[in-house]
């Protein structure tokens, strides 16, 4: 097999000796060796994510030029002696990478610059989901995807476009709106002067993008109506809602770089919230495809309320009620996924 005879392959057989009933998961991870890799990988590796008697098998997927440089973070993984890290499989090779995998956090992708919009990045950006979709459909079939490369939704539909293909179903492709609702959370909690898990029901609805909705209407802090006890209606429609939707555009305008530490915090948040059975009474937010409900476009990767089965199945949360000034942002956010849909088309 090409990956057992890439030098920078690793087994490490005495782990399987010593933990035989333990099951393993393999994760790839594209863009391996960029800023949210290297903050991913070995939080990843160190058993936080999928639990402590699970080992984790890592498929680490760059660009032919970026290889020499992953190859510096497969030294850094290997020197953390994690116990439950079983090998490492390193390619430049997209169905290589995704071969037989349950995860596939794609990362991979061109990050955005001081004054533009994550939208802008789709001609650049949207190739590289054609091509890692039709991998996925040959090579992987129990696979779920997160899409944190942006633009990530409508990346997520050019990689589900092609994924289906190959038998994946549809549901299991998603866009990562964990860190918005994160970020709404934890402004949320600012405000309130409470933890941050004292915030529940966080939806972020849409694209993660500038069109965002960050929903306090539905979110609850302690149990109660969070616009009840946050009680500043024109913060919570005005300043809080420009907070999180420019929020990676402020980070980029302070670090020089975007979010990554975060962004990885919130990949692995996803994964979490994905595998374990959702809280009673609770959601989180992911962009996933639609069924039609709350009357939004099927064919979008759209952010909505969801909770987890525990066995990895996801279902939107019916029945919340909308504003009219939450219907507006949330139309404005469709209209935005619709127009971006209709330029990558040609890519299906
Ligand atoms: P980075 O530039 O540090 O790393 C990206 C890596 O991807 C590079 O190492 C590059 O070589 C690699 N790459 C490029 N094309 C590839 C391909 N075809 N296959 C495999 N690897 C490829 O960027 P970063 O800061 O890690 O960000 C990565 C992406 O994540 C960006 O698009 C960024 O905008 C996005 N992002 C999304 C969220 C979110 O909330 N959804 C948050 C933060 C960042
Ligand atoms: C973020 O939200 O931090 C990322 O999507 C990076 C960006 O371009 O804003």
Redesign the pocket.
């Known amino acids: 097999d090409a990956a057992d005879s890439h030098p920078l392959v690793t087994h490490d057989k005495t782990i399987e000796k010593e933990s035989p009933m333990s099951r393993t998961v393999r994760v790839a991870v594209t863009g391996a060796a960029g800023q949210i890799g290297y903050a991913l990988l070995p939080r990843l590796a160190s058993g936080e994510v999928f639990g402590h008697d699970t080992r984790v098998s890592l498929s680490l997927l760059e660009i032919t030029p970026a290889l020499p440089a992953l190859e510096g973070v497969v030294m850094e993984l290997q020197d953390c002696a994690f116990p439950l890290l079983d090998d490492i499989r390193v390619t430049d090779n997209a169905e290589e990478a995704f071969d037989g995998i349950n995860w596939g956090l794609l990362v991979g992708s061109k990050?955005?610059g001081k004054g533009m919009e994550?939208g802008d990045l789709i001609r650049e950006n949207g190739p590289i989901f054609v091509g890692q979709g039709a991998a996925l459909a040959k090579a992987a079939s129990d696979v779920r995807v997160l899409v944190v490369g942006?633009p990530?939704n409508t990346n997520s539909l050019i990689a589900m476009k092609h994924g289906v293909k190959g038998g994946i179903p549809r549901e299991r492709f998603h866009a990562m709106t964990r860190?918005?609702q994160n970020r709404a959370a934890a402004q949320l909690a600012l405000k309130a002067g409470v933890g941050v898990t004292d915030v529940t029901n966080m939806t972020i609805w849409g694209n993660?993008s500038a069109t965002q909705y960050p929903d306090a209407e539905n979110a609850k802090i302690n149990g109660r109506p969070c616009t009840d006890v946050i009680g500043h209606v024109a913060w919570l429609q005005g300043e809080f809602i420009e907070l999180i939707q420019q929020?990676?555009?402020a980070?980029?305008a302070a670090r020089g770089l975007?979010?990554a530490a975060?962004?990885a915090n919130a990949a692995l948040d996803h994964v979490r919230s994905v595998e374990g059975a959702t809280a009673d009474g609770d959601w989180f937010s992911a962009a996933i495809p639609g069924d039609g409900s709350y009357g939004i476009d099927e064919d979008l990767i759209f952010s909505y309320p969801v909770r987890s089965d525990g066995k990895g199945e996801l279902s939107i949360v019916q029945g919340l009620e909308l504003s009219e000034f939450s219907r507006g942002k949330i139309v404005s956010s469709e209209k935005e996924l619709q127009e971006e849909r209709a330029v990558v088309e040609g890519m299906f």
């Open positions: 990050p955005r994550r942006n990530a860190l918005d993660h929020r990676g555009a980070v980029i975007s979010s975060s962004a």
